[in-house]
């Protein structure tokens, strides 16, 4: 891929270089076609008139000339629009691959805060060696992961004990886990431990 964009802005470079090429070439032609008049009219002045045919060969050149520099023109622009198409293409992916990564950064973030969360509620897995003794309970707070039923019969559950938005000490029930607070004196601090 990278040898690709490489060699497209390689291309592109060309192109670009070509334009400036056939603008170069387009502005002498005008500088000549200016020159060719002034130097008519100053041997007009000294009574030196040059015949018709060479007007008309002149004339007929730049035109062709005109003709050549504006299809070289048009090629060169059309050549410009199909490289930065597909340079537009290949930034595209580049920004999929970079949101995939920034999703997957996110989705290992809110991971590991799942971790820290289970590891303040149930316990630090690596300290409590039996850890399949809590696995019922993991099962049973986990369950409406897994199933729609579950969450359901769950949710009817508490939806059993919510009282009225008016009342005054009512609260909703919290998105995800409600964490211990830190323990306020000694004596609860050695309960907790």
């Not at 130097?39 to 730049?62: H, I, T």
């Not at 691959?97 to 805060?113: D, P, T």
């Not at 729609?148 to 609260?171: T, Y």
């Amino acid at each position: 891929e990278r040898e690709l964009k490489a060699a497209a802005d390689s291309v592109l470079s060309e192109v670009r270089k070509k334009q400036a090429d056939t603008k170069r070439m387009v502005d002498i032609l005008r500088g000549l076609e200016k020159l060719r008049k002034l130097r008519k009219e100053a041997a007009a002045r000294k009574g030196v008139c040059p015949p018709p045919s060479a007007d008309e060969a002149f004339e007929n050149q730049v035109e062709s000339l005109k003709t050549l520099l504006k299809n070289r023109t048009e090629l060169y622009e059309a050549e410009e629009r199909a490289l930065r198409v597909m340079l537009e293409g290949e930034q595209e992916e580049e920004r999929k691959r970079e949101m995939e990564k920034k999703r997957k950064k996110e989705m290992e973030k809110l991971l590991q805060q799942k971790l820290e969360i289970d590891s303040k509620l149930f316990g630090d897995p690596d300290e409590f060696p039996l850890a399949h003794l809590l696995q019922p309970f993991r099962e049973y707070y986990l369950q409406a992961e897994h199933s729609v039923a579950a969450l359901i019969r769950i949710r009817h559950e508490w939806d059993q004990f919510l009282v009225p938005a008016d009342h005054p000490e009512g609260s909703s029930i919290p998105p995800g886990w409600v964490l211990p607070s830190l323990p306020t004196n000694d004596t609860w601090a050695t309960a907790v431990r």
